[in-house]
């Protein structure tokens, strides 16, 4: 997922609005996780939504003139931060949304 799926978040960093279909879509994907969080609970599965954070990608190019200002990491930094959260995923943690960053959950 990404962070830019967070409601609460828009607030701040899109104060003016604006960039509807890429936040839309995020928020999509974590409500769509959270049902499946909670779909799976019976089933012992756990789901948790990852924000991999401002990682340096062709995606992200548009962006590359703010990347060391915003703290933007190689995508091999990035893989690496997601990864270390994933081992940290459990039932008491399935339906949260963790920013890979920093490893705190992101607001809805």
């Known amino acids: 997922s990404s962070q830019a799926g967070s409601a609460e978040w828009?607030?701040?960093q899109n104060?003016?609005?604006g960039d509807y279909g890429h936040?839309?879509?995020r928020a999509a994907c974590n409500i769509a996780g959270v049902l499946l969080s909670q779909e799976l609970k019976a089933k012992k599965i756990p789901v948790v939504l990852l924000h991999p954070g401002f990682n340096k990608t062709g995606m992200t190019a548009k962006?590359?003139?703010i990347w060391e200002v915003e703290g933007?990491?190689?995508a091999s930094v990035g893989a690496k931060r997601v990864l270390h959260e994933v081992k940290g995923i459990s039932m008491e943690t399935t339906g949260t949304?963790?920013?890979?960053e920093d490893g705190?959950?992101?607001p809805w």
């Open 63 to 65: 962006y590359s003139h």
């Open 23 to 25: 936040h839309m879509s």
């Open 97 to 100: 949304f963790v920013n890979c």
């Open 15 to 17: 104060p003016e609005g």
């Open 72 to 74: 933007a990491v190689d």
């Open 10 to 12: 828009r607030f701040t």
């Open 104 to 106: 705190l959950l992101i």
